[in-house]
């Protein structure tokens, strides 16, 4: 009996210190932003700024270069924003796939119509729905909203909505 109660009562610190741990709020300092360090955070700035697609400019003036870099880094390499909201999405002859199933295979991104949307995902009835243009208007915001606007925002549009 005694044994029972040992193991249940460890058993219980085991799954109490389990919880406590992985609901300890893990917080940033907002006076340690130095990304430009070599660190994992200082690469995702240095490799944002290395994977902007050919032919896309990126507005730094009376930026955060931080920001700027991982914003980058999060738009065109973790979250492929690219996929859907650039129609086409590789410049013409420029897929990702080599041959003998593609063109090129150098996946170059179409820089024209650059997170400007139109991606037909094609209607299973009249509506339609397309993906939105996320293009940064003149302050950098995508499409002019701010962060609030933006986390809210639907991704899609449908196309004959309230006609």
């Not at 999060?74 to 041959?99: K, L, M, R, W």
Request: charged letters at 20%; one cysteine or more; a negative charge.
């Amino acid at each position: 009996m005694k044994k029972l109660v040992v193991s249940v009562a460890v058993f219980a610190g085991i799954f109490l210190a389990v919880i406590f741990i992985s609901n300890w709020p893990v917080q940033g300092r907002d006076d340690d932003r130095d990304r430009q360090r070599e660190d994992e955070d200082g690469l995702e700035v240095q490799t944002g700024f290395r994977i902007v697609p050919q032919g896309v400019k990126l507005n730094l003036d009376g930026k955060d270069i931080e920001l700027v870099g991982l914003g980058s880094y999060i738009v065109n390499g973790q979250g492929g924003c690219n996929d859907c909201h650039t129609c086409p999405s590789y410049a013409p002859g420029h897929n990702p796939f080599p041959p003998p199933f593609g063109v090129s295979g150098d996946g170059q991104i179409n820089s024209t119509s650059y997170l400007a949307g139109g991606v037909d995902f094609g209607p299973p009835g009249p509506a339609g729905v397309t993906s939105v243009n996320l293009t940064p208007d003149a302050e950098g915001k995508p499409a002019g909203l701010t962060l609030e606007q933006f986390e809210i925002a639907p991704v899609v549009h449908c196309k004959n909505a309230g006609q």
